[in-house]
């Protein structure tokens, strides 16, 4: 267990609203990492963070914007939600020497 | 364009034999490889890594093999169980994307160990 949290877990929403999702950890690690997984694309890159209110773009990060306020929370935020981003989210983090990224249990949106 | 590729969307095999998944990679400046493991409505968990300066890393029943000529890379799971049974994903780093060390995944393999 790598003391990672998502909510919410499932999500609903309708085209055009916002959402935001939280990821937490208790580990106090520096790299917060938030991925999208689609059929026939595996994990992308949203967005990520080196620090507190230190953020960076990842591969597909339009649509989407992201917060660092604290160590252990890094928020991801849909401005105005559409259809293609109905998706599951996955929030990891890393702060070993080595790479390896530890993901949480992932959230579940859907936009109508 | 992926840069991390994994060919075969689904593979089954009988328990107790071995399972092969496979890795291809385009990008010469990846130098560490993961296998994660994901489960239905999980996660993915950690499962194996290897650094390229190896060729070959062992854990338990879990071995990767890492040909950095093809650039290839295999997952051995010997000998397969039914719980096992999940989709695989390859992931790479790279030097070039700094302290972040971001992964670059494949597309995922679904493995099906049949009893």
């Known amino acids: 267990d790598a003391g990672i949290t998502q909510s919410p877990r499932h999500k609903v929403t309708e085209t055009g609203t916002p959402v935001t999702l939280r990821c937490h950890q208790t580990?106090?690690?520096?790299?917060m990492y938030w991925y999208r997984q689609d059929p026939g694309h595996g994990l992308r890159l949203i967005h990520y963070?080196?620090?507190?209110?230190?953020?960076d773009k990842g591969e597909v990060s339009d649509g989407y914007s992201v917060s660092r306020s604290k160590t252990e929370d890094f928020l991801l935020t849909l401005e105005s939600a559409t259809s293609s981003q109905t998706s599951v989210y996955f929030c990891?983090?890393?702060?070993?020497?080595?790479?390896?990224?530890?993901f949480g249990p992932g959230t579940r949106l859907t936009v109508l | 364009d992926q840069q991390v590729k994994q060919n075969s969307p689904s593979l089954s095999v009988q328990e107790g034999r071995i399972s092969i998944l496979n890795c291809d990679y385009t990008?010469?400046?990846?130098?560490?490889f993961l296998w994660y493991k994901k489960y239905p409505a999980e996660g993915p968990t950690f499962l194996i890594s290897?650094?390229?300066?190896?060729d070959k890393n062992e854990d338990g029943r879990f071995t990767v093999f890492l040909n950095k000529s093809a650039k290839h890379l295999s997952l051995h799971i010997v000998p397969s169980q039914p719980g096992d049974s999940a989709v695989y994903f390859c992931?790479?780093?790279?030097?070039?994307?700094?302290?972040?060390?971001?992964?670059?995944f494949g597309s995922g393999t679904q493995l099906t160990v049949l009893p």
């Open positions: 963070s080196y620090g507190v209110k230190d953020t």
């Open positions: 990891a983090i890393r702060g070993g020497p080595t790479d390896t990224q530890y």
């Open positions: 580990e106090n690690h520096r790299y």
């Open positions: 290897i650094s390229s300066i190896k």
């Open positions: 990008n010469s400046m990846f130098d560490y």
């Open positions: 992931a790479a780093s790279a030097r070039s994307s700094g302290s972040a060390r971001q992964l670059t």
